[in-house]
C-alpha cells in the first residue's frame, strides 16, 4: 500500500499561486504515476496532471496548461503541484493519487486540500 497526503491549499486571489505538496509513503517502489486531480463542488473529478516514475513530459489538462507544472522530489517522497495565475474557476478540492503495479494496478488517494481562488 502507499499512504497519501495533500498539503497546501488555501484561500488565495486571482492571479495568485499555490503550491501543493502530495506527501507519500509505504510500498513507494510499486509507484508507476502520480496525478493530480480537482472536484468542484457539484462537478465530477477531473484529471489536472500526472508525473511518470519512469520519466518522460508530465501531462497536463487543457485547464492547467501553462499555469500548472507537477514536479517531484524523490528524496523526500513528495510531489508537488505548483499552480500560477490562479482563476475563480480553478476552485476545487485538489487530490493527490497514487497508482501503483504490484501483481496488479492500485490506486490510492489522499483525503484532498481545498483551493479557494477568489475574484
Known amino acids: 500500500q502507499v499512504q497519501v497526503v495533500e498539503s497546501g491549499g488555501g484561500l488565495v486571489q486571482a492571479g495568485g499561486s499555490l503550491r501543493l505538496t502530495c506527501a507519500f509513503s509505504g510500498r513507494t517502489s510499486s509507484i508507476t504515476d502520480m496525478d493530480w486531480y480537482r472536484q468542484a463542488p457539484g462537478k465530477e473529478r477531473e484529471f489536472v496532471a500526472r508525473i511518470r516514475w519512469s520519466g518522460g513530459t508530465p501531462d497536463y489538462a487543457g485547464s492547467g496548461e501553462g499555469r500548472f507544472t507537477i514536479s517531484r522530489d524523490n528524496a523526500k517522497n513528495m510531489v508537488y503541484l505548483q499552480m500560477n495565475s490562479l482563476k475563480p474557476e480553478d476552485t476545487a478540492t485538489y487530490s493527490c493519487?497514487?497508482?501503483?503495479?504490484?501483481?496488479?494496478?492500485?490506486?490510492?488517494w489522499g483525503q484532498g486540500t481545498q483551493v479557494t481562488v477568489s475574484s
Open positions: 493519487r497514487s497508482r501503483t503495479w504490484w501483481y496488479s494496478q492500485s490506486d490510492y
